[in-house]
C-alpha cells in the first residue's frame, strides 16, 4: 500500500477499532447493548493526484456483549493498480463511564489485524489501544475524542492515533473530524447520515489528507441495526 495513503487508511479504519459510528471517524466511548448488532457495509474512494485510485469494500459486524463491552468483525478487501490485499480485524470496545447529559464517558477500544497481499498468506500486522471520550456539549450535540497507539509489525514500528470529532444527532446526522498520527500531517473528515427507518441508515464521509501527494477518500456506507 502506498506510504501517502497510510495516514487516512489508517485513521478510517483504524482510529475507530471497534465499531464507530459512520459518518463519524471518531470512535464513540459507549458501547452496544448485549444482545443488539449492527452490520455495516462501506465502498470507498481514495485519489491522489498522478497516482491511480485505490477502492476498497468493508463489511463490520458488531454486536454488545455484556460487562459494557461489544465486539466487532472486520473485512476490509483493498484494490490499487491490479492487485488486492485483504485485512481481518478483530476489535472490541470497553465502556467505562457511560456518557450521559452532564457526565463525559470514558472507554477504550482494542483491535487486533491480520491482512492477505497477493501471492502470500495470512499474517499478523497490527495491534491497537485507543482510548474513548464523548462529551454533550448541547442537546443532540455530542464531542468525542481518541488518543491510542497502533504497532505495525511489517513496519517494525509504532504511531500514536488521535482523533478529534464533533457530531450532531437528529433526522440528519451530520459530523466533522480532524484525525491523524504522529508522522504525519493531519487529515480532515466531513459526513452525513440518513436514518431510512427506526433501524435502517445510509451515509457519506470525504475526507482529505495534507500530506504531499494530497489524497482524498470519498466513502458510501449503510448501517442496519437489529
Known amino acids: 500500500m502506498r506510504k501517502t495513503t497510510l495516514i487516512l487508511t489508517t485513521a478510517l479504519t483504524l482510529t475507530g477499532p471497534a465499531l464507530a459510528g459512520a459518518p463519524l471517524v471518531t470512535e464513540t466511548a459507549d458501547s452496544l447493548a448485549p444482545g443488539d448488532c449492527e452490520l455495516e457495509a462501506a465502498e470507498a474512494r481514495e485519489r491522489a493526484s498522478s497516482l491511480p485510485t485505490l477502492r476498497s469494500t468493508t463489511a463490520i459486524l458488531g454486536c454488545g456483549v455484556g460487562a459494557e463491552s461489544q465486539a466487532a468483525l472486520i ?8 492487485s488486492r490485499e485483504q485485512a481481518l480485524r478483530l476489535s472490541g470496545k470497553t465502556t467505562f463511564v457511560a456518557p450521559e447529559p452532564g457526565r463525559a464517558g470514558w472507554g477504550l477500544a482494542y483491535a487486533v489485524e491480520t491482512v492477505k497481499a ?49 457530531e450532531h444527532i437528529d433526522t440528519v446526522t451530520l459530523a466533522a473530524d480532524v484525525f491523524g498520527d504522529d508522522r504525519n500531517r493531519p487529515g480532515v473528515s466531513a459526513g452525513v447520515g440518513f436514518g431510512l427507518g427506526r433501524r435502517f441508515s445510509i451515509n457519506a464521509t470525504l475526507a482529505w489528507q495534507f500530506d504531499e ?9 449503510a448501517k442496519l441495526e437489529f
Not at 473485512?75 to 491490479?82: A, S
Not at 464531542?143 to 491510542?148: D, F, I, K
Not at 501527494?213 to 456506507?221: F, K
Open 213 to 221: 501527494p494530497r489524497v482524498r477518500v470519498v466513502t458510501l456506507g
Open 118 to 166: 497477493p501471492g502470500s498468506g495470512w499474517r499478523s500486522e497490527a495491534l491497537d489501544l485507543v482510548g474513548l471520550y464523548t462529551r454533550e456539549l448541547a442537546p443532540d450535540l455530542l464531542v468525542h475524542a481518541n488518543l491510542g497507539h497502533s504497532y505495525s509489525r511489517s513496519a517494525r514500528q509504532g504511531s500514536t492515533l488521535w482523533s478529534l470529532g464533533i
Open 75 to 82: 473485512h476490509t478487501q483493498t484494490r490499487f493498480d491490479g
